[in-house]
């Protein structure tokens, strides 16, 4: 077994640390829109909103071409996460409606 670079390392563990706040910080986010999936809820309000999506979509490209990250993936992964958003605002009406 060949010993692992100390650079190697270095960046593994930067990647690591990376990855905790990622984490964090979409669980934080997952809070918040749990809270804006019960409002909506109780306010009736339908569980996705096409234009406030739209209008996330393009900032977030724009953030991701000034942060040198390519566009696309960040489309597909803000996608992801509102797909999952959506599931839990479907969840909080179905909830609210009760069984």
Same mark, same amino acid.
């Given at each position: 077994?060949? !010993?692992? *670079? &100390?650079?190697? $390392?270095?960046? #593994?563990?930067?990647? /690591?640390? =990376? /990855? &905790?706040?990622?984490?964090?910080?979409?669980?934080?986010?997952?809070?918040?829109?749990?809270?804006? %999936?019960?409002?909506?809820?109780?306010?009736?309000? *339908?569980? +996705? !909103?096409? %234009?406030? @999506? &739209?209008?996330? =979509?393009? #900032?977030?490209?724009?953030?991701?071409? /000034?942060? !040198? $990250?390519?566009?696309?993936? +960040?489309?597909?992964? $803000? &996608?992801?996460? =509102?797909? @999952?958003? =959506?599931?839990?605002?479907?969840?909080?009406?179905?909830?609210? !409606? %009760?069984?």
């Amino acid at each position: 077994m060949t !010993d692992t *670079p &100390a650079e190697l $390392l270095s960046l #593994r563990k930067s990647i /690591d640390n =990376i /990855d &905790a706040a990622i984490i964090h910080l979409l669980a934080e986010r997952f809070r918040c829109t749990q809270q804006v %999936g019960a409002l909506k809820a109780r306010l009736k309000l *339908p569980p +996705a !909103d096409k %234009g406030r @999506e &739209a209008v996330q =979509i393009a #900032r977030l490209r724009k953030l991701a071409e /000034d942060a !040198d $990250l390519d566009p696309e993936f +960040a489309e597909k992964f $803000l &996608a992801f996460v =509102i797909r @999952e958003v =959506i599931r839990h605002h479907e969840q909080a009406r179905t909830n609210a !409606d %009760g069984p």
